[in-house]
Nanobody
């Protein structure tokens, strides 16, 4: 079992910045992927960015150049730095943890409880 604790959401004006953190604890797998999804009201949950213990980083085109993701493997923590925030970035942001299962090509996952990010003047 993996437990994810998110922090850093809140209300910010357009053009402002926020930094989200997600700390994983419990049965941590040596290889894993940690990242962020978001879900705006009335919309489907969408990928924002992820990073793996192997060093892979992916940031969706919709936020590339404004958001960056990083991780501290020693702390099992992933960060999402969000700059130049726009009203359309308003959403609940969810931490996501993915790990390989014994059957090749399959994975398991855990989700955080979500943190609200509101961009408004």
């Amino acid at each position: 079992q993996v437990h994810l604790v998110e922090s850093g959401g809140g209300l910010v004006q357009p053009g402002g910045s926020l930094r989200l953190s997600c700390a994983a604890s419990g049965s941590i797998f040596a290889f894993n992927s940690m990242g962020w999804y978001r879900q705006a009201p009335g919309k489907q949950r969408e990928l924002v960015a992820f990073t793996t213990t192997g060093g892979t980083i992916h940031v969706e085109d919709s936020v590339k150049g404004r958001f960056s993701i990083s991780r501290d493997n020693s702390m099992n923590t992933v960060y999402l730095q969000m700059d130049n925030l726009k009203p359309e970035d308003t959403a609940v942001y969810y931490c996501h943890y993915k790990y390989p299962l014994r059957t090749a090509g399959t994975t398991g996952e855990y989700w955080g409880q979500g943190t609200q990010v509101t961009v408004s003047s």
